[in-house]
């Protein structure tokens, strides 16, 4: 570490207060425990952390300030700072200045206040930093395609990672495109442990079935006598086909409600299976043509008058 006064970003002739105020501003920022998946920071952090502890030591820093010892705490030369002690920045006859009132690098009582009484964090109590904990391996990311049908039902998942050995997954309710999962240990290995495997879920078109939000849409056909005389059909859901009433004189575009079989929620429970009614006419039906063409009632009015055409 070539300069601690750089390091911190203060001037030389910062206080003990305004360092401690630096450094405090720097290790919120940079503590690895914040910065989990970037060892630049958790590289930064240790030298910073360095960086402070030699600023706060008297001693030290007025070593460092006449060049007796660089930004590592170690001896610019064999012999000190110069012929009588008089060759560095902190002037004759080996003046040492004082910065008053320093805390003398107690790290712990700022730890303390940044992260709850955790001195340091991760188990490094009373110091952390000052040796930089080894690094995790890196995270590897993975896409899963999932069916629609299984995201709506929460069907585990199997998935085969990087070393070849798979494992099931169990889907969070709620889950859409783009929801990730993380797999802790199951990333790259490191010195500090293997990283994490994150998993983005990516959920499949269904061919009939669409979403929204927690409920699920299904144009369902229905057949002319079944929309005039009503009764039970036949409904495909996530779960299995369920039997769904049909209302006497049901129009195309009519909405039906099947509760608890969309998907399912964060909050607890299910959407529901919402069913548009799409009546579906024979093609080339001369009977039928017959029919209407003597039919009294064919004249009713217009259905459109509403749109004002």
Do not use: C
């Amino acid at each position: 570490m070539a300069d601690p006064y750089a390091a911190l970003g203060v001037s030389r002739g910062a206080s003990a207060d305004e360092i401690k105020k630096a450094y405090r501003t720097l290790a919120k920022q940079l503590h690895p425990d914040r910065n989990k998946d970037n060892p630049a920071a958790t590289e930064r952090f240790g030298k910073v952390t360095q960086a402070y502890d030699l600023l706060t030591d008297k001693d030290k820093r007025a070593r460092f300030d006449r060049g007796e010892i660089d930004g590592d705490g170690n001896p610019t030369s064999p012999f000190g700072a110069g012929p009588f002690g008089q060759g560095g920045p902190g002037g004759p006859g080996g003046f040492r200045p004082d910065y008053g009132g320093g805390s003398d690098g107690d790290i712990g009582d700022i730890f303390e206040g940044l992260f709850g009484g955790r001195a340091g964090g991760g188990g490094f109590a009373g110091g952390f930093g000052r040796r930089q904990p080894p690094a995790k391996g890196a995270n590897a990311a993975y896409r899963l395609a999932v069916p629609f049908i299984d995201a709506a039902t929460l069907a585990p998942q199997r998935i085969t990672l990087g070393d070849g050995k798979t494992i099931d997954l169990k889907l969070p309710a709620g889950v859409e495109n783009g929801t990730q999962m993380r797999l802790a240990g199951k990333g790259q290995p490191g010195p500090g442990g293997a990283g994490d495997a994150i998993v983005t879920i990516e959920v499949q078109p269904h061919r009939f079935f669409t979403r929204d939000g927690d409920d699920i849409r299904l144009d369902l056909p229905v057949s002319l006598a079944e929309a005039v005389l009503g009764g039970p059909v036949r409904v495909p859901t996530p779960d299995g086909a369920v039997m769904l009433t049909v209302p006497k004189g049901s129009s195309s575009g009519k909405t039906l409600r099947i509760k608890g079989r969309g998907f399912h929620k964060k909050t607890g429970g299910r959407g529901d299976e919402l069913v548009t009614l799409m009546i579906e006419l024979p093609a080339d039906d001369a009977a039928l043509a017959a029919f209407v063409e003597g039919w009294e009632g064919r004249d009713q009015g217009d259905p459109r008058a509403r749109f004002g055409v």
